[in-house]
T-cell receptor, first 116, second 114 residues
Framework: NAGVMQNPRHLVRRRGQEARLRCSPM?????VYWYRQLPEEGLKFMVY????????ESGMPKERFSAEFPKEGPSILRIQQVVRGDSAAYFCASSPLQGINTDTQYFGPGTRLTVL | AQKITQTQPGMFVQEKEAVTLDCTYD???????LFWYKQPSSGEMIFLIYQGSYDQQNATEGRYSLNFQKARKSANLVISASQLGDSAMYFCAMREGADNDMRFGAGTRLTVKP
């Protein structure tokens, strides 16, 4: 039973480029969450999506950041015109539609973004 | 205001001993869930244990148990019989009611000494 998959694991971008991070939820999970972790800090919520719907993007910066979860394929977190402050680990988590612990979120391995 | 507070930036424990990692939380919602995650040096986030606010008994998962004291709003993680592989960052998190996000504490770095 494959867990949450994220790719790439490491991404290096120069200032002004675009970063595209991918997340495939666990099989049977239809809820996807994105979090950002700055060095030596806990995770901060960014956005929550279901298939083809953004449910809650209250934690996402208003500019340059966008997320989608299409009907087919992985969820994508896109950061346009990256700046050095975007350097962080970005984690995706998924949770099942139904289950005993519907509140539990299972995390992927993260994508470490470095902006030069 | 901080929703989740972990007051121990770092903890040391001798191999095979038990250790308690502290976590206090702040919420006025009667329905919430508390979680502990482990983040080893490789960086992934590993779910350890969950406690619901209405659960009558403390959660246990193998060597992990959660000391849930609702009146004190604390949810400490107890690791029994520590192993070298337990060395990692440990994060406490909470999800309130119908909120979509989980709030994380700043984490505690646990080092298990041989």
């Amino acid at each position: 039973n494959a867990g949450v998959m994220q790719n790439p694991r490491h991404l290096v971008r120069r200032r002004g480029q675009e970063a595209r991070l991918r997340c495939s939820p666990m099989k049977g999970h239809s809820h996807v969450y994105w979090y950002r972790q700055l060095p030596e800090e806990g995770l901060k919520f960014m956005v929550y999506l279901q298939k083809e719907n953004i449910i809650d993007e209250s934690g996402m910066p208003k500019e340059r950041f966008s997320a989608e979860f299409p009907k087919e394929g992985p969820s994508i977190l896109r950061i346009q015109q990256v700046v050095r402050g975007d350097s962080a680990a970005y984690f995706c988590a998924s949770s099942p539609l139904q289950g005993i612990n519907t509140d539990t979120q299972y995390f992927g391995p993260g994508t470490r973004l470095t902006v030069l | 205001a901080q929703k989740i507070t972990q007051t121990q930036p770092g903890m040391f424990v001798q191999e095979k001993e038990a250790v308690t990692l502290d976590c206090t939380y702040d919420t006025s919602d009667p329905s919430y869930g508390l979680f502990w995650y482990k983040q080893p040096s490789s960086g992934e986030m590993i779910f350890l244990i969950y406690q619901g606010s209405y659960d009558q008994q403390n959660a246990t998962e193998g060597r992990y148990s959660l000391n849930f004291q609702k009146a004190r709003k604390s949810a400490n993680l107890v690791i029994s019989a520590s192993q070298l592989g337990d060395s990692a960052m440990y994060f406490c998190a909470m999800r309130e009611g119908a909120d979509n996000d989980m709030r994380f504490g700043a984490g505690t770095r646990l080092t298990v000494k041989p």
